[in-house]
């Protein structure tokens, strides 16, 4: 059986391989990523593999999910933005993947800088967004129908986005550690997925508890009145 790995056990292995200073802001970039790439597939799974999906969401609750679909989009886009910012901003140090070239080895500096690039290119579209539209909410955009509009944004671009993202820890984490993280194995059991079963069963209930409803053959239990 394997060792289970406490958070503070998994930072400090980071530092005994990166050092303080880079393994320190590795571990926190890692469960940055981790949790941006958690947030992204429970979206998926709501709103991103099937019609039905879709479907049963707006069968169940259309007003709430629509709330969680938009909130959830653009908190992962500023998650993307956060995580491509600038080093500093107000004088003070921000978390970001561009801190990430002046603490590694001179040997992979330029492919991370080079990555780097790449991500901070695959995110212009989400600070367009944070500026003026999440963030800011720009007049000219909302009250003149000739403003520039938002940049593109879609499921292929945040995707793209995070795997810019994982490129670079796994390019540090492979040159310091000779291992690489799966970022797509991070979720476990009590996600989306599992709400979407319980609606599903709920739903199916409700419809054969109307039935009986309607041809007066209810159940005691189909009439209670109850106290969520």
């Known amino acids: 059986m394997g060792r289970y790995l406490t958070a503070d056990n998994v930072k400090q292995a980071h530092i005994e391989k990166l050092g303080d200073n880079l393994g320190s802001l590795f571990n926190e970039l890692e469960n940055e990523v981790a949790s941006l ?3 992204w597939e429970e979206y998926v799974e709501l709103f991103g593999k099937t019609p039905s999906r879709i479907g ?3 069968q169940s609750a259309p007003v709430f999910f629509k709330i969680v679909q938009d909130s959830l989009w653009e908190d992962i886009l500023l998650h993307l933005a956060r995580l491509t910012d600038s080093p500093k901003s107000a004088g003070k140090d921000n978390l970001t993947l561009r ?3 002046n603490l590694v080895d001179v040997k992979i500096r330029g492919t991370i800088t080079n990555q780097i690039t790449d991500a901070e ?3 212009n579209f989400c600070r367009d967004w944070r500026n003026r539209h999440i963030a800011h909410r720009d007049l000219k955009l909302v009250i003149d129908k000739h403003a520039e509009p938002l940049k593109p944004a879609s499921r292929a671009k945040v995707k793209d986005a995070l795997d810019s993202f994982t490129k670079i820890l796994n390019t540090i984490s492979e040159y310091y550690m000779k291992s ?3 970022f797509d194995s991070i979720i476990g059991s009590g996600g989306a ?3 979407l079963y319980v609606l599903d069963d709920g739903i199916k209930v409700d ?3 109307r039935k ?3 041809a007066g053959k209810y159940l005691p239990e189909d009439l209670v009145d109850r106290n969520l």
């Open 207 to 209: 419809v054969e508890r």
């Open 212 to 214: 009986r409803i309607e």
């Open 193 to 195: 997925e599992e709400l």
């Open 37 to 39: 790439c958690m947030k």
């Open 99 to 101: 801190f990430l070239p």
């Open 180 to 182: 690489t993280i799966a």
């Open 56 to 58: 049963l969401l707006n």
């Open 121 to 123: 290119e695959k995110t």
